[in-house]
């Protein structure tokens, strides 16, 4: 059984165990941070292995918009920790249960993750070129 502790961010306590934030405000609620901002939550965990499943686990949530029906606020929308409580204690008895087809989803997932960067890299390459041919135009017409 997993187990784990979870309770808003202060960032006058210290944390020895492994541990990992999560975005509670804004759309992109739920999100799994690496370094804390000021709205966050804090997971804290027994050992790093089950700190990367609940993390790895967050993301596929987050990705999949599991956190979205439970945003409250109509200007900025927050995630409730009672809220977010209550979808990782639903979700966490599913993907024990599947263990092995978890594991091949969260390769797949980092593999998609990692094709999506080249391609964003590849795309701003792009726009960078697109904008030194404009310029070469100009240069070369003498505007």
């Known amino acids: 059984m997993c187990t784990f502790l979870l309770k808003s961010y202060s960032p006058k306590q210290e944390i020895s165990n492994p541990h990992f934030f999560i975005l509670n405000k804004g759309n992109n609620s739920g999100k799994p941070l690496v370094s804390p901002c000021p709205n966050c939550f804090v997971i804290i965990s027994e050992n790093q292995e089950q700190a990367d ?51 091949q989803t969260v390769l797949a ?31 070369n017409a003498g505007v």
């Open 53 to 103: 499943q609940l993390r790895t686990l967050c993301y596929a949530l987050w990705r999949s918009r599991s956190f979205e029906r439970h945003l409250h606020g109509s200007v900025i929308p927050f995630i409730t920790i009672r809220s977010f409580r209550s979808v990782l204690s639903f979700h966490i008895p599913i993907i024990e249960q599947y263990a092995a087809d978890f594991a």
């Open 109 to 139: 997932l980092k593999l998609l993750e990692e094709r999506e960067q080249q391609l964003t890299k590849t795309l701003r390459a792009v726009s960078e070129y697109k904008q030194a041919f404009v310029r070469q135009f100009f240069k």
